[in-house]
């Protein structure tokens, strides 16, 4: 299982001494809905521990987050980008996962906005519940996802003063 050797992040830690708070904006695609719900909830308590305000957008899928991160990312000190993509038996899988993925570090290199990846690529639906930090799952990515994009959001921030 992944997760093993991850960063422990003090949410509490990143508004540090701004004299503006962060803004997050969480964009999440509608696709399997236990496992999008689960993501979401995560990535809103994330915020919640780190005192931000959230813009939230839901889109229809994996392949709309990273048009819609562009529209959002000037707008805002992060974006966290969920979705889950299941394998299937034909290649559309592979499309729309190397499009979420490009598109997604496009936008965040282009911007300099901090995109966490919360994009969830599966084998199997059981593999995205387990990931989806809902009760009994093993790992919380929506929670990862925000947390990465917070913290390096307020590490550019201290690093532009």
């Not at 707008?75 to 997604?104: E, K, N």
């Not at 936008?107 to 690529?121: A, D, E, M, Q």
């Amino acid at each position: 299982m992944s997760g093993h050797g991850a960063p422990t992040i003090d949410l509490s830690t990143v508004q540090g001494e701004a004299d503006e708070p962060l803004r997050l904006a969480v964009i999440a695609a509608s696709w399997h809905t236990q496992i999008m719900d689960g993501l979401l909830g995560g990535a809103l308590r994330a915020a919640a521990e780190a005192g931000v305000a959230v813009t939230q957008l839901r889109v229809p899928g994996s392949f709309e987050l990273p048009v819609a991160a562009a529209r959002l990312a000037p707008h805002v000190d992060a974006v966290a980008a969920l979705g889950v993509v299941i394998r299937g038996g034909t290649p559309h899988f592979d499309y729309v996962c190397q499009a979420a993925t490009s598109g997604l570090t496009e936008v965040s290199v282009r911007t300099g906005v901090p995109i966490g990846f919360g994009v969830l690529t599966c084998d199997t639906e059981q593999q995205g519940l387990d990931r989806a930090g809902l009760p009994g799952s093993s790992e919380d990515k929506g929670h990862e996802a925000v947390t990465a994009a917070l913290a390096t959001a307020a590490l550019l921030r201290r690093w532009e003063r």
